[in-house]
């Protein structure tokens, strides 16, 4: 089984998403050989490479809250990830641009490194990093066991941007608007962060190929018109 998962790094849907995914393969017989690619999806390809506002700022200006509604919402947000064992500490981000993090996962992924994807979640969730920052990048690369003279010279040149435009272009062609969003198999589909229960049900009908039809799940997302809850 192949599970393609479009995400952001930003997204925190997508860390809960992530986590969730990895507890049910846990929890599945042969979850172990399950095969995960990672896809890009920028939310914002034109954020700034530097921290220009607060998360309480631009959560109140995107959603047009005030900043006790928006501080509010972001904890609701944050008590998700707590629940799911994350450190998670979304008030204190520092949002910036994605787009050389998600080259670098590319890069990594070809590596057989995909540890790396956990890494740059908690590095921006849990340690309030900017992924933007080379430095940062390289060292999380480093404690990935990948080169870190390769690596300098990757985020210093366009290396893997064709990739990540492709995984977008993709996304397009899938009719996707928000992530995280899985494709299983090619077929099967799951948008948005899904409880444990109904990944793991979802994963093992699929895996014992008990269902002729194509499930297709739908939770927390998030796009470019911001994050929210699809019923």
């Known amino acids: 089984m192949k599970i393609e998962l479009w995400s952001d790094y930003a997204c925190p849907f997508c860390y809960i998403g992530e986590k969730r995914l990895e507890k049910a393969l846990a929890e599945i017989d042969g979850g172990d050989k399950v095969e995960i690619e990672f896809k890009s999806f920028e939310l914002d390809p034109y954020a700034s490479r530097e ?8 959560f109140a200006a995107k959603y047009h809250l005030s900043k006790e509604e928006a501080a509010e919402r972001i904890e609701a947000i944050s008590r998700m990830g707590r629940s799911e064992g994350i450190d ?12 050389d993090s998600l080259r670098l996962t590319k890069y990594a992924q070809e590596k057989g490194k995909t540890g790396i994807i956990t890494k740059l979640f908690d590095a921006y969730f849990t340690k309030n990093l900017k992924l933007s920052d080379h430095d940062v990048l390289t060292q999380i690369a480093g404690e990935c066991g990948l080169d870190k003279d390769e690596v300098t010279a990757v985020l210093s040149s366009d290396r893997y941007a064709d990739e990540v435009r492709a995984d977008e272009q993709e996304a397009m062609e899938h009719g996707i608007h928000g992530v995280p969003y899985f494709l299983i198999n090619g077929k099967y589909t799951a ?12 994963i093992e009908k699929i895996l014992a190929e008990e269902t002729s039809a194509e499930p297709s799940l739908d939770g927390m997302v998030c796009g470019v018109d911001g994050c929210h809850f699809v019923q």
């Open 51 to 58: 921290v220009v506002s607060s998360t309480v700022d631009r």
């Open 88 to 99: 998670f500490r979304y008030v204190s981000t520092r949002y910036t641009n994605t787009f």
């Open 191 to 202: 948008s948005g962060a899904q409880p444990t229960a109904m990944l793991k049900e979802a």
